[in-house]
């Protein structure tokens, strides 16, 4: 995994913006495991950053404003601009523990859709971090950064790394992984989202009611590893793996005809991504992933369809 160091004024532009982009990820694999104490659940992942990117621009500006364009902008159930936002509180983290005035005007471009299981909040909140460390000359090194991520979501600590990881503890706790080969998907978004935490309580509701295993042990993360460090593409497809994917089948059961269309259309294989409903179809080579997209788009199961590869560095500074 690589990490450049966030830049300071040399990477603000003449009208004092600074730029940074984070990518969504695909969870290869996904074990979860029962609800901890604390509300969430301990799970064994393997994070991989795709190449759908979100930009953050940064600006000083007094006191602190969001704004948001692309996907998730207005609509029904528009993506926040106020404090609900990840952005504003990575902001206000940042700031507080860099003992500078939470001020910037901060504009987040979004080509990841919102509460679709791709991590488009928290790749946000990763580039809010380098975009702001920068502006602001903070200096946060990196582990200070990873620090401050994983106070914001289980997610954020990942978007800021990039790459392949394999996560823990609630998956803030990430060791890298080799991946040799770019690996192509077909990403299937569907209209609307789903909420992490009802998917994540409809697993207990199933698991206490019986009809899912307890999530008691984790199977070895190795068989996801090996194929993702060198393939083929069929030992990758058999290991995709996902316990969000029946709460959030059960939740949206529209899913279940979306992924059968998707290994049906020529998918290697097909899996939610994280609590959906987002579709993950894993493709051969970047041309069959073209074809495959070409295919799902004209069978209207989802909204829009995207190509995109992975592994891709983290958050990080634009220009
Ligand atoms: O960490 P993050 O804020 O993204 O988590 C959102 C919600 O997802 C949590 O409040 C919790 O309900 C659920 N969650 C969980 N176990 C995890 C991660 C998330 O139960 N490991």
């Known amino acids: 995994m690589s990490w450049s160091s966030p830049g300071g004024p040399g990477h603000t532009r003449g009208d004092g913006a600074v730029s940074a982009h984070a990518p969504a990820k695909v969870n290869v694999s996904l074990a979860v495991g029962p609800l901890r104490e604390d509300g969430f659940h301990d799970l064994q992942t393997v994070y991989l950053a795709v190449s759908l990117l979100d930009t953050v621009t940064v600006r000083r500006g007094e006191g602190l404003s969001v704004t948001v364009t692309g996907e998730g902008a207005g609509g029904p159930d528009p993506v926040p601009t106020d404090r609900r936002n990840l952005v504003w509180r990575a902001a206000e983290l940042l700031a507080e523990h860099a003992g500078v005035a939470p001020d910037a005007a901060i504009a987040v471009d979004k080509a990841i859709p919102a509460a679709a299981g791709l991590a488009g909040g928290s790749a946000d909140a990763a580039a809010a971090l380098v975009a702001l460390d920068a502006l602001w ?18 997610d954020v600590p990942f978007c800021l790394a990039g790459g392949v990881a394999l996560g823990s503890g609630r998956g ?148």
């Open 172 to 319: 803030e706790r990430l060791t890298p992984v080799l991946a040799r080969r770019p690996w192509y998907w077909v990403l299937g978004i569907a209209d609307g989202g789903l909420s992490t935490p009802a998917v994540y309580a409809e697993l207990d509701r199933l698991r206490a009611e019986g009809r899912l295993p307890d999530g008691t042990a984790f199977p070895s993360p190795e068989p996801v590893v090996a194929a993702l460090r060198s393939g083929p593409v069929e030992a990758l497809a058999a290991a995709l793996t996902n316990d969000l994917q029946a709460p959030a089948v059960s939740l949206r059961p529209a899913l279940r005809r979306a992924l059968r269309g998707a290994t049906g259309a020529g998918a290697a294989a097909a899996v939610v991504s994280g609590s959906g409903p987002t579709v993950a179809a894993l493709a051969a080579d970047e041309d069959a992933a073209v074809r495959l997209a070409a295919v799902l788009a004209g069978e209207g199961l989802f909204r829009t369809v995207r190509v995109v590869h992975g592994p891709v560095p983290g958050a990080r500074l634009v220009g």
């Open 137 to 154: 000359g903070t200096h946060a090194t990196r582990g200070d950064l990873t620090g401050l991520a994983a106070q914001l979501g289980s």
